[in-house]
């Protein structure tokens, strides 16, 4: 079912501009600074937040979850909740991907609803792109406008190495930005998915593809597991994303 209009949102933008000048870019703990790019990256000791992840404040279209909190406080909350959790990063689906759960601090809305009988008139689909190099792919979801959809309970922070990213941004500049603008810091957070499991949840079966298309399609490189592909469309068979705008960019 193709989507009509979806209620939109309006958009937190960051209040915080320091501007870059030539200091090293590893920071004293505690602080978070951003950088003077286009992509003007917050980051801190040992996280930055990715472009990837900003559409999740910034596009009203976003597919998933959306969050309206300051992006230098959320950088911030995020370096105290890994100490107080004693540093831990939990392993992903390849080396370079970790994550980090921690309790919902930004009152973030699921990012993704359990397709039932009650509401399965109300899936939407249609062919979108996350960006305009990648290609276009069949995506299914809820207009929030259309469905009551519950504060989660969890936030799944999704990490990528700075070396895999590097590796990303050389091969789609025009897309991310230069390899060269990306702060010292070990990790970037690439994505935020409210939910209310605290372990991670499958990746869409499409982004899994796209992942084993490789870089220059905007996937990371990683080949397809043929059994966590399985898994992913158990999960997302029952379920779509959630999107405020009036059709998601992408997945």
């Known amino acids: 079912r193709m989507a009509a209009t979806c209620r939109s949102a309006s958009t937190l933008r960051p209040r915080f501009r320091l501007p870059f000048a030539g200091r090293s870019l590893v920071r004293p703990a505690g602080q978070v600074k951003t950088m003077s790019t286009t992509k003007d990256l917050l980051y801190g000791e040992t996280f930055f937040l990715d472009s990837f992840a900003i559409r999740q404040w910034d596009d009203p279209n976003y597919g998933g979850t959306r969050i309206n909190y300051d992006k230098k406080e959320f950088v911030e909350k995020i370096h105290e909740l890994f100490k107080q959790s004693g540093s831990k990063l939990v392993d992903g689906y390849a080396p370079f991907c970790k994550h980090i759960f921690v309790p919902n601090f930004v009152g ?26 990648e290609l276009a792919v069949l995506t299914r979801w809820f207009c929030s406008g259309e469905v009551e959809v519950p504060t989660a309970k969890h936030l799944d922070i999704i990490l990528y190495s700075r070396e895999q990213l590097v590796k990303e941004y050389g091969a789609m500049p025009a897309a991310k930005g230069s390899p060269e603008d990306l702060p010292n ?10 939910q ?12 899994m593809m796209r992942n084993s298309l490789g870089r220059e399609e905007g996937g990371s490189g990683v080949s397809l597991d043929r059994a966590a592909y399985e898994k992913s469309v158990a999960y997302w068979e029952t379920h779509a994303t959630i999107v405020e705008g009036a059709r998601p960019n992408g997945e």
Do not use: F
Not at 108 to 133: F, M, Q, W
């Open 196 to 207: 209310d499991e605290d372990y991670e949840t499958p990746m869409q079966p499409i982004t």
């Open 185 to 194: 810091v070990p990790w970037g957070i690439i994505s935020v998915k409210a």
């Open 108 to 133: 973030a809305k699921l990012g993704a609803l359990e397709i039932t009988d009650k509401n399965k008139h109300l899936v939407h689909s249609g062919y979108t792109k996350r960006r305009p190099e």
